[in-house]
Structure formats: C-alpha cells, structure tokens
C-alpha cells in the first residue's frame, strides 16, 4: 500500500523513514523461543504493505546476527539524520531479563531492565540496558514520530512467558550475579522507570506486559509468534487512527478474551498519537 497519510483531528502528518526489528530465536548458551524471528518478519511485512515504509529502508538481524553491536549499530543508524516530521519505528522480540546494577561508587542502584542478545551470557556486552536505549533515544527529535514496540519480559519499564513458553531467561543468573540481584531486592531496591521518568525522550512505547509480568510466546494461526505483536497487527489494522493508548486498551481486552496472562502498556509523550501517524 502507497503512504497515504492524511492529518486528522489536527494531528500532524508523519512521513514513514525507517525501521529496524530484531527476533532471537536461538540463544547461544540456551533458553531457545519460538515466536520471534516471525514476528519480526511479520511486523516487517505490515509496516512495508499497510504503511509505505521502503524496503531498503527496513532492516532486521535474527538469531545469532543479533550480538549487542550489530544491535547498537542498527539502532545508531534509525536514529540518525532525522528529518522534521519522519516516523520511525522500532521492535524487538526476545528474550528479557533484571539485572542489578552499581554505581561508580560500588553502591546497588536498583534492577535495570535488560535486553538479552543472542550470545548472553549475564555479561554487559551480551546485553542492552534501559540506560543504554535511553542514551541513543535522546538522539530522536521532538518533531519526530518514534514507536518502540518491546515484545518480551520485563518490557513495562523498559519480561516474555507464555501459557506455553517463557520469554523472561530461564536459565539462572551464575552465583556472584544472583547475589547482587538478591541484595538489591533485600535492600528494596525498585527497577528505575527510566524510559518514562525521562522527559526528554520523545517516543511512544508499547510493552507486551506490565512490570514483573509475562508476555506469551504463542502459537497463533498456524505459526508459532508472539500474542503482543500479532495482535498488535490485527487490531490495529482494524483502528490505524486510534491513538496506541486507545489500542493498547483494545489489545488488553483482547488478549484476556483468548486467556492470555499479559497486560500490555503504552506510555510515552507520543502514545496519544494515532500510530505511526495513522492513515
């Protein structure tokens, strides 16, 4: 389908720029998914046919491409050189996981959420923290559209479980690690909602769950994907005008409908905007 973006309601109109996605469904060191190099390709597919985003304008790492650096390097790329009035978007699909922190002073700073890569293995350059996402988001104007749809564990303040499968890691944390995580939850440490308490971040985001919550790696008309960004899809082909907070109300209703677990959560200075502009 051609861009066909019109203002309405006095909304401004958006243009289609860029998008980066990346699915891991094999991690190196176990706790293998099903879903994610799908949902990748799927939303590729959707943003490509139903929004008039260009092809080559699209790019997606799976599976063992997706290491940290390819990660940043893609994500550098989507937030470089923007123009007034772009929509960009991005999307991940994986696993998540908390991890505790310390500051410069060896002090806990409470959990960061974390996005694992395919070679995680608990070490910084195996995955990407809140911080870091936040540090390269700065990057995005404030008169650009940015959508982050985050289908795994954790994602409200930045976890994926299923009635069938789990996207939060499920192998344990090796010992020194589970200790620092330990004793920031006996010190009532709180994970930091960076990505919403940081104002300057101008974006919408879309989580497949709440905070300690499940997102669901499912199996969804023949192929095995994940609930948040195949019904994401769905409905908001049905509602391309509705805001993401008026379509994540949808999802949530949907979702528990079909007995799924997850609440999904939209946030975000620009989540009371149509989607990607609307149509």
Same mark, same amino acid.
């Given at each position: 389908?051609?861009?066909?973006?019109?203002?309405?309601?006095?909304?401004?109109?958006?243009?289609?720029?860029?998008?980066?996605?990346?699915?891991?469904?094999?991690?190196?060191?176990?706790?293998?998914?099903?879903?994610?190099?799908?949902?990748?390709?799927?939303?590729?597919?959707?943003?490509?046919?139903?929004?008039?985003?260009?092809?080559?304008?699209?790019?997606?790492?799976?599976?063992?491409?997706?290491?940290?650096?390819? *990660? =940043?390097? /893609?994500? &550098?790329? !989507? +937030?470089?050189?923007?123009?007034?009035?772009?929509? %960009?978007?991005?999307?991940? $699909?994986?696993?998540?996981?908390?991890?505790?922190?310390?500051?410069?002073?060896?002090?806990?700073?409470?959990?960061?959420?974390?996005?694992?890569?395919?070679?995680?293995?608990?070490?910084?350059?195996?995955?990407?923290?809140?911080?870091?996402?936040?540090?390269?988001?700065?990057?995005?104007?404030?008169?650009?559209?940015?959508?982050?749809?985050?289908?795994?564990?954790?994602?409200?303040?930045?976890?994926?479980?299923?009635? *069938? =499968?789990? /996207?939060? &890691?499920? !192998? +344990?944390?090796?010992?020194?690690?589970?200790?620092? %995580?330990?004793?920031?939850? $006996?010190?009532?440490?709180?994970?930091?909602?960076?990505?919403?308490?940081?104002?300057?971040?101008?974006?919408?985001?879309?989580?497949?769950?709440?905070?300690?919550?499940?997102?669901?790696?499912?199996?969804?008309?023949?192929?095995?994907?994940?609930?948040?960004?195949?019904?994401?899809?769905?409905?908001?082909?049905?509602?391309?005008?509705?805001?993401?907070?008026?379509?994540?109300?949808?999802?949530?209703?949907?979702?528990?409908?079909?007995?799924?677990?997850?609440?999904?959560?939209?946030?975000?200075?620009?989540?009371?905007?149509?989607?990607?502009?609307?149509?």
């Amino acid at each position: 389908m051609c861009n066909i973006f019109k203002k309405k309601n006095n909304f401004p109109k958006f243009n289609p720029k860029r998008a980066f996605s990346f699915g891991i469904n094999i991690y190196k060191n176990g706790g293998n998914l099903n879903g994610c190099v799908n949902d990748s390709m799927n939303i590729a597919n959707y943003i490509t046919d139903f929004y008039g985003f260009q092809k080559d304008n699209v790019r997606l790492l799976l599976n063992e491409r997706a290491t940290k650096k390819q *990660i =940043l390097d /893609r994500l &550098y790329w !989507l +937030t470089d050189d923007l123009k007034e009035n772009d929509a %960009i978007l991005f999307h991940n $699909s994986s696993h998540g996981a908390q991890i505790a922190e310390r500051t410069g002073d060896g002090e806990l700073d409470g959990l960061s959420e974390i996005v694992c890569c395919h070679d995680f293995n608990w070490e910084p350059n195996t995955y990407i923290t809140d911080k870091e996402f936040v540090e390269i988001f700065k990057r995005v104007p404030k008169n650009v559209y940015f959508l982050w749809i985050a289908d795994c564990c954790h994602s409200r303040n930045l976890n994926k479980n299923v009635e *069938i =499968l789990t /996207r939060n &890691y499920p !192998l +344990t944390p090796p010992q020194d690690v589970l200790w620092r %995580i330990n004793s920031a939850l $006996s010190k009532k440490s709180v994970t930091k909602e960076l990505l919403f308490d940081n104002k300057e971040l101008n974006m919408a985001f879309l989580a497949g769950c709440q905070e300690n919550g499940t997102s669901a790696d499912a199996f969804i008309n023949g192929e095995p994907q994940g609930a948040l960004t195949s019904y994401f899809i769905k409905y908001n082909k049905k509602k391309p005008n509705n805001t993401l907070q008026q379509n994540c109300s949808v999802l949530a209703k949907e979702l528990k409908k079909d007995r799924y677990s997850q609440v999904p959560h939209a946030d975000g200075i620009q989540s009371t905007l149509p989607v990607l502009g609307g149509l």
